[in-house]
């Protein structure tokens, strides 16, 4: 649940800068949203699929040191930020 003064994440297009970067952790698939975090040559980023019914949607942040992503994620799964 989104709190009353959340901050807003910048998603962006997909980008190639980690293309082999692995996902560490991730919403439920059930959800029409789902969000990952992704690690990969020292650095992390998050991924957010909106699944909808002609497709998907996919976007993502600008990677950032794997401390600062996990920072991110832990506000994201608490509603701190979107």
Do not use: K
């Not at 994440?9 to 293309?19: C, D, G, M, V």
Request: aromatic content about 8%; glycine content about 6%; overall charge positive.
């Amino acid at each position: 649940m989104v709190q009353r003064e959340h901050t807003r994440l910048e998603w962006r297009s997909p980008h190639q800068a980690l293309e082999r970067a692995r996902p560490v952790a991730w919403t439920c698939f059930c959800r029409a949203t789902v969000y990952e975090l992704l690690e990969g040559a020292g650095r992390a980023f998050l991924r957010r699929t909106v699944q909808l019914d002609g497709g998907h949607q996919v976007h993502e942040t600008a990677p950032c040191s794997i401390n600062e992503a996990w920072a991110i994620w832990t506000a994201l799964l608490t509603g701190r930020t979107r």
